[in-house]
């Protein structure tokens, strides 16, 4: 099947600095890719979505100026958690939308970037 | 709003062992209901889904039953194995039949033992 990959799987930085996670479709273009929080025992909760070349929807309570999404390509899209706190320290998913035709549409994830803010 | 909500895990099991893994959801509209897993290391597999009443999902000898009247979609396997440790998480999306905003459960973690 289609593989979605993100970078990097982990990583911890210090308060008040920015983070950039990678989310990369491989095999595939990706006209939608999704972005999800998931902290620990939780649900996975859609942060925003994003459609190449325009600006992303994001869902309610989720700060657009906190958490920036870039969706460049077909096949990249990054999320940059800006000026990061110890309450961002989160396991953020993305995942990949393709359209196989009118009617079906098959989304893909990505392994997920595990972020620890000291 | 919308919502899914599975048994907590985690469960451990024997292999050959039955499974069950509860569901139920709360929603507005006619949503498509899904199971997913996740095994170690790896993102999200789509498992099955159904997308309307009494459909039944089946993959990889799990199954599970849209039930409009008791607003569940239990997964359900006869004989589990080593190789399905994994976490499941049950999902719901009114978007047609598409996944387009998915609402997750919290996600079972199943733990086979030989």
């Known amino acids: 099947g289609a593989v979605v990959s993100q970078h990097p799987s982990r990583v911890i930085c210090k308060s008040g600095t920015s983070v950039k996670i990678e989310c990369r479709s491989l095999d595939f273009q990706a006209t939608t890719m999704f972005w999800y929080r998931q902290f620990p025992k939780q649900s996975l909760m859609l942060m925003a979505t994003s459609n190449e070349g325009s600006k992303a929807t994001y869902e309610q309570g989720v700060e657009k100026d906190k958490f920036l999404i870039n969706h460049a390509s077909l096949t990249l899209s990054t999320l940059t958690v800006t000026s990061a706190h110890p309450e961002d320290s989160s396991f953020y998913i993305c995942s990949a939308r393709i359209s196989l035709g009118q009617t079906k549409e098959t989304q893909y994830f990505g392994p997920g970037t595990r972020l620890l803010v000291l | 709003g919308d919502s899914v909500t599975q048994m907590e895990g985690p469960v451990t099991l024997s292999e050959e062992a039955f499974l069950t893994i509860n569901c139920t959801y709360t929603?507005?509209?006619?949503?498509?209901l899904f199971w997913y897993v996740q095994y170690p290391g790896e993102g999200l597999q789509l498992l099955l889904k159904a997308t309307k009443a009494d459909d039944k999902g089946s993959n990889k000898g799990f199954e599970a039953t849209y039930r409009k009247e008791t607003t569940s979609f239990h997964l359900e396997k006869g004989s589990v194995q080593v190789s399905d440790s994994a976490v499941y998480f049950c999902?719901?999306?009114?978007?047609?039949?598409?996944?387009?905003?998915?609402?997750f459960g919290k996600g079972t973690k199943l733990s086979v033992k030989p």
């Open positions: 929603a507005t509209g006619y949503p498509s």
């Open positions: 999902a719901l999306s009114d978007y047609g039949g598409s996944q387009g905003n998915l609402i």
